[in-house]
């Protein structure tokens, strides 16, 4: 998309994510890229204000997918961050959540209970790499979250786009391939190869 269009995407993302986490009373306490550690008071919160946030990117008409991880427990704060093996352990289920997943740990779950609006789906225990021990990791998933209009992935970059409001299309072999832009069609027409199958849908 070009680093002008992609540091757009980036400040739209900053913004909903400060918006959020303000109206949920927690804290941003550092973006590193497209990356944002946040912090709450309580475990509820973080459950809340992840969900309200997932929904909001959801209705981006181009946006990338969220990642989310949360966990809950002790933390030390040394110079305006956070720090320790807890906060390690959120990193590393963070990488390990797949698109619009929300990852979090049996403290998460036993703290917050149950939730009006949605609910924990067990996920099985997770090697995580530089945690000694199996992470027990559940999935929060919405009762009302409805992808009917749901997106689809430009095979080439890896951002989701409406259907209709897709630059360009293109039927290749039967399969319908729709693109943000322009450059992401032109590098898709130049090596098709390279994009489809296991790699179609990942972020180049």
């Known amino acids: 998309m070009g680093d002008a269009v992609a540091a757009q995407v980036l400040a739209r993302f900053s913004h909903l994510v400060r918006q959020a986490v303000g109206e949920h009373n927690g804290r941003a306490v550092k973006q590193i890229g497209d ?10 919160a973080a459950v809340a204000c992840i969900l309200d946030l997932e929904r909001r990117t959801t209705a981006e008409p181009q946006f990338p ?4 991880a949360i966990h809950w427990g002790e933390v030390l704060y040394r110079e305006g961050d956070y720090v320790g093996a807890n906060v390690n352990l959120v990193a590393r289920l963070a990488d390990a959540a797949a698109r619009h997943e929300i990852l979090v740990t049996a403290a998460v779950k036993d703290d917050v209970a149950s939730l009006p609006d949605a609910g924990f789906v067990p996920r099985g225990w997770r090697a995580l790499k530089g945690i000694a021990e199996n992470v027990e990791v559940f999935a929060v ?6 992808r ?3 997106h689809r992935i430009d095979p080439v970059c890896g951002i989701e786009i409406r259907t209709s409001t897709a630059t360009a299309r293109l039927t290749l072999d039967g399969a319908e391939q729709i693109f943000c832009c322009m450059t992401c ?3 898709f027409v130049e090596a098709p190869e390279r994009y489809r199958g296991g790699a179609a849908g990942q972020p180049q």
């Open 141 to 146: 998933v919405a009762h009302d979250f409805d």
């Open 35 to 44: 990356a944002f550690m946040l912090v709450f008071s309580d475990a509820g």
């Open 148 to 150: 009917a209009d749901a």
């Open 185 to 187: 069609l032109q590098r």
């Open 65 to 68: 997918a969220l990642r989310s």
